[in-house]
């Protein structure tokens, strides 16, 4: 089945400890990106690939890490998680970077105390 | 970089009747407009998109239409179901591929 699946779904963490979210697709994808929803926000872009080994930011890369190692890999690292950071987070692929539907993840709701 | 705002963001209407969220750009190189459905609790999930050549797209009772002199887009639902009750975002892809959404609308279909 095509998917894109993230892990962990629900995390609760404390302010300062490194975390590292999982995001794959097998679709073969080239284009991967990374969102965070917040209420009255809608999805906000963190960074995005566009191919293997090269990522570029987004609209709120700051307190971000990620890595494109692998085409169907997309880790988001959060090397010191804040409270601020507390948030609806999904993953997404596309065929390309140009005119092609983005399949979302199932989403990865984290909490930092 | 790419801004994209959304209106309204609350849409109430009855059953069977028309819908319509209005969007704007400010990139005038952003060249692929998406719009998602999310229900409650689920992923984001593409209804319709247009390209920036194409004025409009219809599929079964959702459009979108585009004016690109006036960097706006916008959908229309008809003969709305309960079934339509969701937010509903729109996008844009800037020029450098990234991309941005709107705050979106949360539509409510009374029975």
């Known amino acids: 089945e095509a998917q894109v699946t993230q892990n962990p779904r629900y995390l609760i963490t404390v302010t300062g400890k490194k975390l590292t979210v999982t995001c794959s697709q097998n679709?073969?994808?080239?284009?991967m990106s990374w969102y965070r929803q917040d209420p009255g926000l809608g999805l906000r872009q963190i960074y995005y690939?566009?191919?293997?080994?090269?990522?570029d930011k987004g609209d709120v890369p700051e307190g971000y890490k990620v890595s494109r190692k692998e085409k169907r890999n997309f880790p988001l690292i959060l090397e010191s998680p804040s409270p601020n950071q507390t948030s609806l987070y999904f993953c997404?692929?596309?065929?390309?970077?140009?005119?092609?539907?983005?399949?979302f993840g199932p989403g990865t709701r984290l909490t930092v105390l | 970089g790419e801004n994209v705002e959304q209106h309204p963001s609350t849409l109430s209407v009855q059953e069977g009747d028309s819908a319509v969220i209005k969007c704007t750009y400010s990139?005038?190189?952003?060249?692929?407009f998406p719009w998602y459905k999310q229900e409650l609790g689920k992923r984001p999930q593409l209804i319709i998109d247009?390209?920036?050549?194409?004025g409009e797209k219809k599929d079964q009772r959702i459009a979108v239409t585009l004016n690109k002199t006036a960097k706006h887009f916008s959908l229309h639902i008809t003969e709305t179901q309960p079934e339509d009750s969701a937010v509903y975002f729109c996008?844009?892809?800037?020029?450098?591929?990234?991309?941005?959404f709107g705050a979106g609308t949360r539509l409510t279909v009374k029975p």
């Open positions: 997404a692929s596309s065929l390309s970077g140009q005119y092609n539907e983005q399949f």
């Open positions: 679709m073969n994808h080239e284009y």
């Open positions: 690939s566009m191919n293997v080994e090269v990522t």
């Open positions: 990139d005038s190189a952003s060249n692929y």
């Open positions: 247009i390209r920036s050549n194409v």
């Open positions: 996008a844009a892809r800037g020029g450098s591929n990234d991309m941005r």
